[in-house]
C-alpha cells in the first residue's frame, strides 16, 4: 500500500512537476475549477483524463469585457432580496469572526436538512469541501472512483496530494454507470465521487438507482454526492441522498449557495456526512474559518427567501427552453439539462470556437469528450442568452 506523505515543500514541488514537465498555474479565469495545477498539451489545453479535455483560451489570465459572461455557471439574478439586506446590515461586523453566527447557521442548515448539527461541516462554497476532503482522504495515495467526464475540483486535489483517478465513462444515456462504478472499486479505492446533476453534462442519473447504489456501496468505501444543483429541478429535495445520513451511511452530501441562491462571490457551501467522517476532515482542515462574518447572515437570508429560490429556478428553465428553441432553428441537437447550464456539439476545434465567441463578447466553455467537441453555456439573463444565440449564429456559418 502506497503511504507517501507530503510536507509543505514536497506539495509545492510535487505541484508543479509532470512526467512531461508541462503544468500550469491555477485556471484563474473561472471560479468554479479547482485550484489544484493543470496538466496541458502541446497546444496548452487542460488534460483531464485520456477522453476528457477542456480547451483554453491563448492566455487564460486575460479578462476579456464581455456582455454575456456564461462560463461560470454563475446565478445572474442573485443575491436575493432577503440576503442582501442582511448582507448590508451585518456590513459593520465584517471586522470580527463569525464563529457564533456560524453556529446559527449551522443549525438553520441541520434543521432544513433534518439532520443533526454535528452532521454539518461548513466550508467557503462547495468546493472548497470537495478540495479539502480530497486532500485529507488522499495524503497517503489511493484511488477516486468517478464518472467521465466529472467536475474535476475533488479528482485534481486528489490527484496533486498522492491519489490517483479511476474515471468511469457515463453511459450512451449520459448517467452515471453505477454497475461499472462498483465494479471499479478495489482495495485501493479511498472514495466513490458522484456529481448528481452533473457537471459539465448537466445531466442526471435516477434519483432511485443512485439511492440505492449509495446505500450499498458506502458500506464497502465513502461515497461523496455533489448536489450544486439539484435545487435546479422541480423536486430536487426528494432527490437528494441526504436522507442517507440518518440511516447511518457513510455518505458525504456537498451543497452550495453559489447556484441557486446566487452568491458565489460570498462564498457559503455545507457538506453533510456523518459526524466521525467530518472528525476526520476537520482534524486537519478548519471548517467554517474561510466564511466571513456578512456571508454568514447572507446566507441564513437567502435561506428564508423561498419566493427568489423558485424565482431563479423558473428564469433558468425559462432560458434553457428559449436555448433549446434557437439550437433546433439551427439543426443542433443539444444534451437536454437539469441545471443552470447545457452542453452541446461544435464542429469546430475547441479554442478558435472560444476565440470567435470572445470576439463577439460572448463567454462560454469548450470541452473534448465522447469523441466530439462540446461548448457548455451557463444561464444568463435571457437578454444575455439572446447574445449568446445570436453570436453562434454567426461563428457557426
Partial sequence: MRTTRLNRRDWLKKGMLTAGGVMAAPYFSFAETSTAP??????????????????????????????????????????????????????????????????????KIAKF????????????????????????????????????????????????????????????????????????????????????????????????????????VSEKVPVFVDEAYLWFLDDGAKKSMVSLINEGKDVIIARTFSKIHGMAGLRVGYAVAQEATLDKLQKITRAGMGISYPSVYAAMGAMDDAEFIESSRLKNTACREYVYAELTKMGIEYVPSHTSFMIFPIEMEGKEFLKKMTDLKVGVRAFNFMGKNWCRVSMGTMDEMKLFTDALGKVIV
Avoid at 44 to 62: H, M, Q, T, W
Wanted: charged share 25%.
Fill in 38 to 107: 493543470l496538466q496541458l498539451d502541446q497546444n496548452g489545453d487542460a488534460i483531464y483524463s485520456p477522453f476528457f479535455k477542456e480547451y483554453l483560451p491563448k492566455n487564460f489570465r486575460e479578462f476579456p469585457v464581455l456582455e454575456a459572461k456564461l462560463n461560470a455557471n454563475e446565478n445572474p439574478y442573485g443575491p436575493s432580496p432577503m440576503a442582501l439586506d442582511a448582507l448590508k446590515n451585518s456590513a459593520s461586523g465584517g471586522n470580527r469572526y463569525a464563529w457564533k453566527e456560524l453556529f446559527q447557521l449551522v443549525d
Fill in 113 to 216: 436538512e433534518g439532520v443533526t448539527s454535528k452532521n454539518i461541516m461548513m466550508g467557503p462554497g462547495s468546493s472548497d469541501l470537495l478540495e479539502k476532503t480530497a486532500m485529507v482522504l488522499f495524503m497517503n495515495g489511493g484511488n477516486v472512483v468517478s464518472a467521465d467526464p466529472a467536475y474535476m475540483s475533488l479528482i485534481r486535489v486528489a490527484e496533486a496530494a498522492g491519489g490517483s483517478w479511476k474515471p468511469v465513462p457515463l453511459k450512451d444515456d449520459w448517467s452515471h454507470d453505477l454497475k461499472a462504478m462498483e465494479a471499479a472499486i478495489d482495495e485501493e479505492t479511498k472514495l466513490v465521487y458522484i456529481c448528481n446533476p452533473n457537471n459539465p453534462t448537466g445531466t442526471i442519473t435516477d434519483s432511485k438507482e443512485l439511492l440505492d447504489f449509495c446505500s450499498r
